[in-house]
């Protein structure tokens, strides 16, 4: 089983875009003028990359740098300061030679109109000089997240399922499958622990889950309204033990073969688990940065976030979801819960729409142009903005 | 209306079941077992929303609420089957930072 991308150095593509990073949020501007001016540019915001304390600043590099790696990305341009705590040669090093990479300060260039002029220079001549063709690529290449938003309780009966479903044949083809949202695993340790390849890797999910939990009960309340979300609560969910019982589901049944840090590149093929939260901008820029060329997104009452970088699959269980939000849903399967389609028979619907859209077809979220502007990516960091 | 499954039992060992569309009060509704879960049949008590849960067995105050075979978190109040089981009857043990750390702790 196979698809059409682009074979660079870094892995193969499934799109051809130039990344403008920002190595500090500072630079934000600067990174959207030259962007909005390159056609196939796309701007990664966020909002870190100073007065941040070493294990932030080391989790903010490791990001930007699996960003510049990600597959999807053709050429890279790095946008500094100048002044900043992230070492914005760090992020340049980390494709230097594999792919185009250049790298502008401006406080060296003079001041943001000269920044954006080169910029611009910059990035165009990445855009022409990236016009490669696709070539056919096994289904082994592919590294796909899952995610599961605005969650109902059709999720875990129906859109998650046919979502693990994907993971399993995925995994089974070779390929490598990463799902996170360390809080969504809350009250589904058993699962975890059973699933885990080894005693350590359980080991250290179950650290991260309890990290998590701690955090959340140093602010002294109740987690709900928090998690479960108040949208997943109209939608029947009642805990966060259900949510994560039902959230699970969507990484199938393989064996977990490794715990990610938030954006670490796996280091093999399989199933990974990657220490996150469920909130999408963190979460989608995340699984962008471990080298996701693909996203598969199961919804209930209908997330409709889309990342600029990775085309993200819109799946749902809930069948007056899919028609409110169709602009938004690529995937219905309703039908499970209807008795009308197998789920094997949906989970196969999902195999070939990845492989579809990882030759090129568009999704829905990119036919809407959403995001172009990069402000739905952000990075998860865990210590005081200084 | 056949083969159009209205409620749905996810596990054998649960003891709450999902609405699949909405389904109003008094009905006697019938509940599918999925793979190894048995069918079932139960009068409802209130009208339940698409989504929604309610209980199967009589649920004492304190009691794990089972889904998915696994708790998914305790009864405050007696809870009669054919009742609708969701955040004003059940809650949560997990990420209480509200509560006592002896309480808390799950």
Redesign the interface.
Known sequence: MGFQGFVRETGVGVRNHVAIIPAVGCVNEVVLRIASNVRGALPMLHHQGCAQLGPDLRTVTRVLSGIARNANVAGVLVISLGCESVRAEDIVKAVEGRKPVALIRVQTAGGVTKAVAEGIERAQEMALSGDAAREEASIAKLVVGVKCGAS???S??ASNVAVGYAVDRIVDEGGTVIFGET?EL???E?VVVRRAASPEIAKTILRHIQAM?ER?????????GS?PTPGN?A??L?????KS??AVVKSGTRPIVGALEYGEAPDGKGLYFMDSPGRELEFLTGLAACGCQIILFST?VGAIQGFSLVPVIKVTG?R?TACRLAEHIDVDVSSI????ETLEAAGERLVSEVIRVASGAEVRSEKLGYDTRGVNSGIYVKGPVL | MT???RA?L?HAKDTVA???EALPAGDRVRVEGVGDAPDREIELLEPI?????FALADLQAGADVI??G????RATQSIPPGAW???HN?????????LAPSE?AA
């Open positions: 109902d309780t059709t875990g009966l809080t809350m009250g589904a058993d939990e959340a009960k140093s602010m002294g309340v109740d987690m709900r998690q609560i939608g029947g009642s805990t966060i033990e259900e019982l039902g209930g809930n007056d819960l209807r008795g009308e | 083969g159009t499954k749905i996810v999902t609405a699949l929303a698409f989504g929604h849960k889904k998915y696994e708790s998914i978190g089981v969701h955040v059940i809650e949560s043990t997990r990420g209480r930072g509200d808390g």
